[in-house]
């Protein structure tokens, strides 16, 4: 069964400073892990991963993924209020449509 | 862009009751999705449909049915509405190539059921 763990379940933390939430995942035909940020509605696409090593960016997000531990990182730094959201990290199954999700990691930046 | 409508935000039953969520698309998309969404669960996939007509069961169907009569509108149908589904409802569509496994969601719809 694919299983994708996120961690920390829940990070509060002062604007301005550097988060790393965490991603590790078994399935059983990797092909790409999906970050996703949800705010008070829809989940919206942040990162598509497939290569190790390979860092994506975007302003002050980065994520970069490791296939051989199984794990990706999504990096934000100088966070601000309006970081605060949920992060979730998803993977295709094996020969399926659909992503399974990690329980997302609940992100809150205090003034 | 990809629009995903779903087409309540806010909806509220009574028990037993029949329950209709409807979802459409606008990008010609073969594959969609019912999520839903409880605290320290995360999203759960209910059912999935691949092309009209077709539908597959996700992990938690039980209780669910779902309708794709058109390849833009998938319904997603509580027969007999229960208090655990109350819950957050995401609609999701993909196009689904080797390459490009992104969904666009809704923006879901929250059903209390009394």
């Known amino acids: 069964e694919d299983k994708v763990v996120q961690s920390p379940l829940s990070l509060v933390v002062h604007e301005g400073d550097t988060v790393t939430l965490n991603c590790s995942y078994e399935?059983?035909?990797?092909?790409?892990l999906l970050w996703y940020k949800q705010e008070k509605k829809a989940p919206t696409f942040l990162f598509m991963l497939?290569?190790?090593?390979i860092e994506k960016k975007s302003g002050r997000l980065s994520s970069i993924l490791d296939k051989k531990e199984l794990f990706s990182i999504l990096n934000i730094t100088a966070t601000q209020t309006g970081d605060s959201a949920i992060y979730l990290c998803?993977?295709?199954?094996?020969?399926?449509?659909?992503?399974?999700f990690g329980k997302g990691t609940k992100l809150s930046v205090i003034p | 862009d990809v629009k995903v409508t779903q087409s309540s935000r806010y909806l509220v039953k009574r028990t037993g009751e029949k329950v209709f969520l409807e979802c459409v698309q606008d990008?010609?998309?073969?594959?969609m999705f019912w999520y839903r969404q409880d605290p320290g669960l995360g999203l759960r996939l209910i059912y999935f449909s691949y092309d009209v007509k077709m539908k597959e069961k996700g992990d938690i169907p039980e209780g669910y049915s779902v309708s794709r009569e058109k390849k833009e509108r998938f319904s997603l149908i509580l027969e007999s509405a229960s208090t655990n589904q109350t819950s957050m409802y995401l609609c999701a569509s993909a196009a689904w190539r080797a390459t490009n496994e992104k969904l666009f969601f809704g923006s879901g719809t929250q059903l209390s059921v009394l």
């Open positions: 497939t290569s190790s090593g």
């Open positions: 998803a993977l295709p199954g094996a020969g399926s449509y659909q992503l399974t």
């Open positions: 399935v059983t035909n990797f092909r790409s």
């Open positions: 990008m010609d998309h073969e594959n």
